[in-house]
């Protein structure tokens, strides 16, 4: 109901500006509707003057609009009755006898002046401000939509909070781009008052001397004087309006109102008042100029100075006495502590030689690939990497650095800033001096060079990295093994209400009548543990809802998933058009190991004597030495019952050991066996 009073108000205010270009009003009404557009025309002024932002007055441009026709409506009617009776009412007439000082030159002189200001002053900079803005405004709206891209991508702010933002930029946008154009309607307004107040002058003349039988002075003088007095009610809340537009396009803070802003700009350092006290006090005392106004003047100021000065330097102890009151006190209070039970998911700290690499105004790029890795695994395994918070710690080795995982250090590694790392592949034709280390992400053998030596290493065939680089690379490799366990149960709840936007069906079918989000989470866990991408998580929802009502075991479901995947396994492990070199499981293991399994509620566990494990670990190694000899990767296939039963047993000793079942391989996949695991 209020909106809808509002739009009626809005409505009448425009219709009734048409209808006085139309009818001709009575001299009283003139008055009251021009006390109530000069009324407008001060709340709107001061509504600029104390927004603290610039979008409190989101509406101005359109205010601009209505303001000015309902004025110029006004003038119309004015004008009206000034060549029609010669009355336009006793506001007008004021306005021109007594601001005027009834007096035709004085009152003209004042006008013009008027004129001068808002034509030559406030409009024309106005204007030229409003253009200046609106373009780069416009300029700069790529970088602040990269800006806020980058921080929704580091984890800064939400999703909620970037659509806030740039609805933001973009009203912004839109505001200083109306506002370029409404300045043209002051400009305008002001131009048809002064042509307004001529036709007047000329017309009243012309209507004195026929109509009302006055000579061609009188005519003038009576004539001028209300015209003149219809142009100052009409310019002076024109004047008001123009100051309010060059207010907003000016206003540059966005955190205080513009008073407490120009205040404390102008009077807030005393040695400024000190001087300029005494530079007034010496004029009045040296020259001519009068010392009864300059000398007081000149003291006051002074005065304000040395109590500034002071009343600084005493806030100036008293923010000095609080700041150690405080940490006193938070020392002292008994849940700070509590700060300190926040553990990151994951931490990258380096010593003091390495900042250079994460210091933007350096010329470093590591917090840009930081967030390429959380775009990166997102693409890759279809998990939302955790916020990677990088920090200095001077009690490392200037060029070391440090990967936590929930606190927990679990990797490390040492960059030379100035140099290059370089690794032979293998065919390397001649080798490079260099200092000896180790690549940190695979612990391969390589050596340092300078900047200088660098073209001539990728010349003999070296794989050569930056710094930055190598960091990235180890930071890729250490969240991507640990990714598992950085997936939550909220990241798991948020990965639903993605899909559940074109899925509703199927996640109320699953969540939670079939599977709880802990569950769910177990599963997903499992993919990413042995690296499987759950990007596809409609395929895997599907395949737990056609399952979950039969089994709720978190492995077994895991093994339907991983078979519904069976594509993107083959894609990953198994290259097309080619036959790749495998090992299989003796059946008889596989025998042993379906024996030896228990069922219980927390789920199935092997129960293989130690000689059987020790055995059939051994007969895997032995196995997975020779793919590894050949060049190939560790692949073992084994049957779908048995796959998850193995890959538990050799998880602990093979860490790169890939186990696939044969339901997992597309059918036009080319394998060759060359051994087969067995302890007989």
């Not at 009045?284 to 109590?307: A, S």
């Amino acid at each position: 109901m209020k909106a809808r009073k509002t739009d009626i108000g809005v409505g009448l205010y425009l219709l009734s500006a048409i209808i006085f270009l139309i009818i001709t009003l009575p001299s009283e009404l003139l008055d009251v509707l021009i006390a109530i557009n000069i009324a407008i025309a001060l709340v709107i002024v001061f509504n600029a003057l104390f927004a603290k932002e610039v979008m409190d007055m989101s509406a101005f441009p359109t205010i601009l609009l209505l303001t000015t026709l309902f004025r110029i409506s006004l003038n119309v009617s004015s004008t009206k009755l000034i060549l029609g009776t010669g009355d336009p009412g006793k506001v007008v007439r004021v306005f021109g006898e007594f601001v005027g000082g009834n007096d035709l030159i004085i009152g003209t002189i004042i006008f013009i002046i008027l004129l001068i200001v808002q034509f030559m002053v406030i409009n024309k900079g106005s204007e030229r401000v409003a253009e200046v803005t609106a373009r780069f405004t416009l300029d700069a709206m790529p970088g602040k939509q990269m800006a806020i891209d980058a921080d929704l991508n580091t984890g800064a702010i939400n999703d909620a909070q970037a659509k806030i933002r740039r609805e933001k930029l973009q009203e912004e946008s839109a505001f200083f781009g109306s506002m370029d154009g409404a300045v043209k309607y002051v400009k305008g307004d002001a131009t048809a008052g002064l042509i307004i107040t001529a036709v007047n002058i000329v017309g009243g003349i012309i209507m004195g001397v026929t109509k009302q039988g006055l000579s061609i002075t009188d005519a003038l003088q009576e004539y001028t004087i209300i015209t003149i007095g219809d142009g100052l009610v009409s310019q002076i809340p024109s004047l008001l309006i123009s100051l309010a537009t060059g207010i907003l396009v000016t206003k540059a803070s966005k955190e205080a109102e513009i008073g407490d802003v120009i205040f404390g700009q102008l009077f807030s350092t005393g040695k400024v008042l000190l001087v300029s006290g005494v530079t007034l006090a010496f004029l009045g005392i040296v020259t001519p100029l009068p010392g009864i106004v300059f000398i007081p003047l000149g003291g006051i100021l002074v005065i304000l100075g040395l109590r500034m000065k002071e009343s600084k330097e005493t806030d100036a102890i008293e923010a000095e006495t609080q700041a150690a009151e405080m940490e006193a006190d938070e020392i002292r209070r008994p849940e700070n502590v509590n700060s300190l039970l926040q553990v990151d998911p994951i931490e990258l700290e380096f010593g003091y030689g390495i900042i250079p690499l994460a210091d933007v105004n350096q010329g470093g790029d590591l917090i840009d690939r930081v967030v390429m890795i959380r775009r990166q695994i997102a693409l890759e395994l279809g998990a939302v990497v955790p916020i990677i918070r990088l920090r200095d710690n001077i009690q490392l080795n200037p060029n070391q650095y440090i990967i936590k995982i929930k606190g927990i250090q679990v990797s490390e590694g040492e960059v030379l800033f100035d140099h290059y790392m370089a690794m032979n592949p293998g065919f390397v034709t001649e080798e490079i001096t260099g200092i000896p280390t180790f690549e940190p992400s695979f612990h391969l053998p390589a050596i340092w060079i300078t900047e200088n030596q660098r073209e001539r290493a990728e010349t003999l065939g070296y794989t050569v990295v930056d710094p930055p680089s190598i960091i990235a690379t180890h930071l890729t490799e250490i969240v991507r093994n640990h990714i598992s366990e950085l997936l939550t149960r909220q990241d798991v709840q948020n990965l639903i209400n993605n899909i559940k936007d074109n899925n509703q069906t199927l996640v109320d079918e699953l969540v939670p009548k079939l599977l709880n989000v802990g569950e769910i989470q177990k599963v997903l866990q499992n993919l990413l543990s042995e690296g499987i991408s759950i990007r596809d998580l409609l395929t895997i929802f599907e395949t737990l809802a056609d399952h979950a009502s039969v089994t709720r075991d978190t492995d077994v479901l895991t093994e339907y998933a991983r078979q519904s995947l069976k594509r993107a396994i083959s894609n990953k492990y198994f290259p097309a058009n080619e036959t790749t070199s495998v090992v299989t499981l003796d059946p008889k293991i596989e025998q042993d190991i379906m024996a030896s399994v228990k069922q219980t509620e927390q789920g199935a566990y092997l129960t293989l004597s130690p000689e059987k494990s020790e055995k059939i670990i051994k007969a895997t190694g032995e196995e997975v030495d020779k793919l590894e000899k050949l060049g190939k990767a560790p692949i073992i296939i084994t049957s779908p019952i048995v796959r998850m039963y193995f890959k538990k047993l050799t998880q602990d000793y093979f860490r790169d050991l890939i186990v696939v079942s044969y339901n997992e391989v597309e059918t036009n996949i080319e394998l060759q066996s060359v051994g087969m695991v067995s302890v007989e």
